[in-house]
């Protein structure tokens, strides 16, 4: 998606549980639409060290083909610091990469 309007910058590791250079650190981001903005805040889906998509358990099939995850292309650009603040979301979450 590249309208502006339909993405939200989203936190990695969730603000509640971030110390203010956290919240700051923009390898705490990502840029996702509004229904993976969701998603991913609710630990439904996940990302994969190297930006692969992942799905809980608890994703509802309808869901899955709503944020058409298996055609979902892997995220791009991730960095180490990105990479280590996923691991953190997955852990919090039950995903396994």
């Known amino acids: 998606i590249t309208d502006h309007a339909l993405l939200r910058a989203s936190h ?3 603000w509640a549980a971030c110390d203010d250079a956290q919240r700051l650190d923009v390898h705490n981001g990502l840029l ?4 993976w903005d969701a998603a ?7 990302f994969a060290d190297d930006g692969t ?3 809980s358990p608890l994703l509802s099939a309808s869901a899955r083909a709503a944020l058409a995850l298996d055609a979902a292309p892997p ?10 603040n996923l691991a953190i979301h ?4 039950g995903l396994l990469a």
């Open 32 to 35: 996702l639409s509004a229904l």
């Open 53 to 55: 998509p992942l799905a």
């Open 12 to 14: 990695i590791v969730a």
């Open 75 to 84: 995220l791009p650009g991730l960095r180490d610091a990105h990479r280590r």
């Open 40 to 46: 991913f805040d609710a630990g439904l889906v996940g």
């Open 90 to 93: 997955r852990a919090r979450h």
